[in-house]
């Protein structure tokens, strides 16, 4: 007979449990996704627009914004997985599990190493914009206070330590399941600082004097069909492909998608309700990019600065500025955690399957706090590390590209069109079969190009 799939696993460990009790509805996991999707990548979008020019800018925001709804569409399917060998319903509570079990074998160690290195990128991602986020706050009370052409520069060491206190301090939450507040909080946040970075570039754009009268104002709308011009051809192809980089970084969540479906309770089914919340996220996070994207560029043009809040484009109100960097730093706490819980959950669960007894997970109490030798020694230990090498390459622009680029392909597309072929048995050179072939080759040419402009980019930083 076949397991229901929501049973619990009581006779596994502690760190192997599935949660008892699954409260998730549509609406906490619309929080979830838009945690995971509106992060740092929405700050570059008007730099990646500018890139890009009034045409090829939104229409790739778009572009990438089916490619996501399509993964989302797919990655619902996985949740609950027949065997075909001995025929049991298996439960998959994460992208990995999910690999795993449906394609097995070498695609399933390809993706776990791809899938720790994207969890890890966007540790050391979220620790350089946060970082960057609070230094801004400090130099737009520094611009107030002594003009826009005073020397306000602030080195970036202090305030990605801070940043990684903090989240050593908030990886001692036990597990996804338990940051429900976190994600919401974090979801609020990201809401109000992309509100602000459109309303601001829409005001610059328009004039403040036409908030007051339609008939006021410069009403002139920067930029131009071809984006930013250089004097290099090569050096365009290597921005192009950058902002292509940066734009596939700012949707950025399928390996949290089942983890997601997992705190769903039900009825309804958990796949009709993630087919519904993923609706409404991918939706409101476009509405969202389109408009940050769209109104930095036409408010700076040429000149649009690199991440819209913190390259100052914007020097006032600065309260407003110091409020939606505010706003940044405080989402991109929750954001690492949502999915640095991810990649805890992962080596927690293989630790206590391979050392299970070991009292080395026993709980222990300090100061009536509860804590685990496990979770303390590997989660201090990888906040460290992805502190540390945020402090040695923390070039903003570049470092989102690399990112975005280096694991879109693979974990975005190419593994859930694999498990989809194999779970729905999609018979070769069939309609449907050829055209996401076509589909798949299209995006590994894109990735491609856009891995090899950030990397371009980083050397000419780093080594420049």
Same mark, same amino acid.
């Given at each position: 007979?076949?397991?229901?799939?929501?049973?619990?696993?009581?006779?596994?460990?502690? *760190?192997?449990?599935?949660?008892?009790?699954?409260?998730?509805?549509?609406?906490?996991?619309?929080?979830h996704i838009i945690t995971a999707v509106i992060g740092s990548g929405v700050l570059s979008l008007s730099w990646s627009v500018a890139q890009l020019g009034w045409i090829a800018g939104p229409l790739t925001l778009l572009l990438f914004?089916?490619?996501?709804f399509l993964n989302a569409s797919l990655l619902t399917n996985f949740h609950h997985y027949s065997d075909p060998?001995?025929?049991?319903?298996?439960?998959?509570?994460?992208?990995?599990?999910?690999?795993?079990?449906?394609?097995?074998?070498?695609?399933?160690?390809?993706?776990?190493? *791809?899938?720790?290195?994207? *969890?890890?990128?966007?540790?050391?991602?979220?620790?350089?914009?946060?970082?960057? =986020?609070?230094?801004?706050?400090?130099? =737009?009370?520094?611009y107030h206070e002594q003009g826009h052409e005073a020397d306000c520069e602030y080195a970036l060491t202090s305030y990605m330590l801070l940043f990684g206190f903090i989240q050593i301090i908030a990886s001692q939450i036990p597990n996804f399941h338990t940051t429900k507040w976190l994600s919401v909080t974090a979801a609020i946040m990201s809401f109000t600082y992309s509100l602000i970075g459109s309303g601001l570039g829409l005001a610059h754009t328009i004039g403040m004097e036409l908030l007051i009268s339609i008939f006021k104002g410069n009403g002139k709308i920067e930029g131009s069909i071809g984006g930013v011009p250089?004097?290099?051809?090569?050096?365009k192809v290597w921005l192009v492909a950058q902002a292509i980089g940066d734009i596939a970084f700012s949707y950025p969540f399928p390996l949290v998608f089942l983890e997601i479906q997992s705190t769903l309770k039900s009825p309804p089914l958990k796949e009709v309700t993630m087919k519904k919340a993923s609706s409404i996220a991918v939706f409101t996070t476009t509405i969202f990019y389109l408009c940050c994207g769209g109104f930095g560029y036409a408010a700076f043009g040429n000149s649009t600065p690199g991440n819209i809040l913190t390259g100052f484009g914007f020097y006032e109100p600065y309260w407003l500025i110091d409020f939606a960097n505010a706003c940044v730093f405080l989402h991109l706490i929750g954001g690492y955690q949502i999915f640095s819980q991810t990649l805890y959950a992962i080596v927690e669960r293989w630790y206590a399957e391979k050392y299970a007894g070991s009292e080395f997970m026993s709980d222990f109490e300090? *100061?009536?706090?509860?804590?685990?030798?496990?979770?303390?020694?590997?989660?201090?230990?990888?906040?460290?590390l992805t502190t540390s090498i945020a402090m040695v390459f923390p070039y903003f622009n570049e470092v989102v590209a690399f990112a975005g680029s280096v694991t879109f392909w693979p974990l975005v597309v190419y593994f859930p069109i694999e498990m989809y072929f194999l779970q729905k048995k999609i018979v070769s050179w069939t309609c449907k079969w050829v055209l996401l072939r076509i589909f798949t080759i299209v995006c590994l040419f894109v990735s491609i190009f856009a891995l090899i402009g950030s990397i371009q980019g980083l050397i000419a930083k780093r080594f420049g």
């Open positions: 007979m076949a397991e229901n799939p929501e049973d619990v696993e009581s006779d596994k460990p502690l *760190l192997m449990r599935t949660p008892h009790k699954m409260t998730g509805n549509v609406w906490t996991a619309v929080a914004a089916l490619v996501t060998i001995n025929g049991q319903t298996i439960t998959n509570h994460s992208y990995l599990q999910a690999v795993q079990n449906i394609l097995g074998g070498l695609s399933a160690r390809i993706c776990a190493f *791809l899938a720790y290195f994207n *969890l890890f990128k966007l540790g050391v991602v979220y620790t350089i914009t946060s970082a960057i =986020s609070i230094r801004a706050i400090e130099q =737009s009370n520094c250089t004097n290099k051809p090569i050096q300090i *100061l009536e706090i509860r804590l685990n030798p496990v979770r303390l020694c590997f989660r201090t230990s990888y906040v460290v």
